[in-house]
């Protein structure tokens, strides 16, 4: 602030005494300094007390309302920030994005989370050949489990319905092989004639099957497809139109193939077509048997070459 000085032989006061008393406060400048007499210097004081009571009062001194403060510019602070503590560095890490979002997921603030970002994104664990092997065991076990052990009974619808006699059968199947056995009695092919040959038909006989035995083994093509081979005995009865007879047995071995159809979980109808060649016969070639028109009718043995069967089935484990 100025102080007091002399002007024109007068005082000069600083220009905020006329606003504000609070900057009349007395200060020697140079001019003051050059005041030697105390008469000038009372006159001078007397002067300046003089302005400062005419001077307007403040709005504090009059009670008035105080003026708002003159708008000032933000500070701006360039110093640089110290780093954060560590536990406030921690706190401030985001939470890790879920496994299936880590695809969208901001990058990892630290090492340990890039870490575990890593191990979420990780791939899923490759297919059965890396699997350990009692896992791929089980695998296998599953996947073979149609071909389980299903034991069976079977009624050759046939033999019941068409030939007037009988037939039972077992079926066993385990893994990929298949074993049979069938028992068929009292068989009156007459009743079928197309069963027949020509010359027996020509020569009016009579042919029956008292008994015919015998089973097959194979394999499962498909659980419900498979093909035997089977080994077969067959024995005859051949009446004339006289009362003459003649009885003898052959053994056939041949192919066979079947499908079981499944009506429900255990009942299934079983179509199949046999090839069953004679390899072997006991008949005796010098028989004379009577042909309905009274000539001589001599009989050759009788094949079963195809036999065409359904057979009715229960099996006692379900697929």
């Not at 489990?145 to 037939?167: D, E, K």
């Not at 010098?286 to 309905?292: E, N, P």
């Amino acid at each position: 602030m100025g102080g007091i000085g002399w002007v024109n032989g007068g005082i000069s006061v600083p220009n905020g005494c006329y606003r504000d008393k609070s900057f009349c406060e007395w200060e020697p400048t140079p001019h003051a300094a050059a005041m030697q007499s105390p008469a000038a210097a009372a006159s001078a004081l007397l002067s300046l007390a003089i302005l400062c009571a005419l001077a307007p009062p403040s709005a504090a001194d009059a009670g008035g309302p105080t003026p708002a403060p003159a708008p000032t510019r933000p500070v701006v602070r360039t110093s640089v920030a110290a780093p954060p503590s560590a536990a406030a560095a921690a706190a401030e890490l985001p939470t890790p994005a879920p496994v299936h979002q880590a695809a969208t997921a901001p990058a990892a603030a630290s090492p340990a989370l890039a870490a575990s970002s890593a191990a979420a994104e990780l791939p899923a664990p490759a297919p059965s050949s890396t699997l350990a092997p009692t896992e791929r065991a089980a695998s296998s076990t599953t996947a073979a489990s149609r071909y389980t052990l299903r034991p069976s009974v079977m009624l050759g619808l046939g033999q019941w319905i068409v030939f007037g006699g009988g037939n039972v059968a077992a079926q066993v199947k385990t893994g990929r092989m298949v074993f049979e056995y069938s028992h068929g009695q009292a068989l009156h092919y007459n009743r079928l004639p197309q069963s027949l040959t020509d010359a027996e038909r020509d020569a009016d006989i009579e042919l029956e099957c008292p008994w015919t035995t015998g089973g097959g083994a194979g394999v499962q093509i498909t659980p419900n497809l498979h093909v035997l081979i089977e080994v077969k005995a067959h024995h005859y009865l051949v009446r004339d139109t006289v009362g003459d007879k003649l009885e003898y047995t052959t053994f056939t071995i041949g192919p066979g193939i079947f499908y079981d159809y499944y009506v429900t979980r255990r009942l299934y109808l079983q179509p199949s077509l046999r090839w069953w060649p004679t390899i072997a016969s006991t008949l005796d070639e010098d028989h004379k048997l009577t042909a309905k028109d009274g000539s001589e009718y001599t009989h050759a043995r009788h094949d079963l070459v195809p036999f065409v069967n359904v057979s009715l089935g229960w099996t006692f484990d379900g697929r």
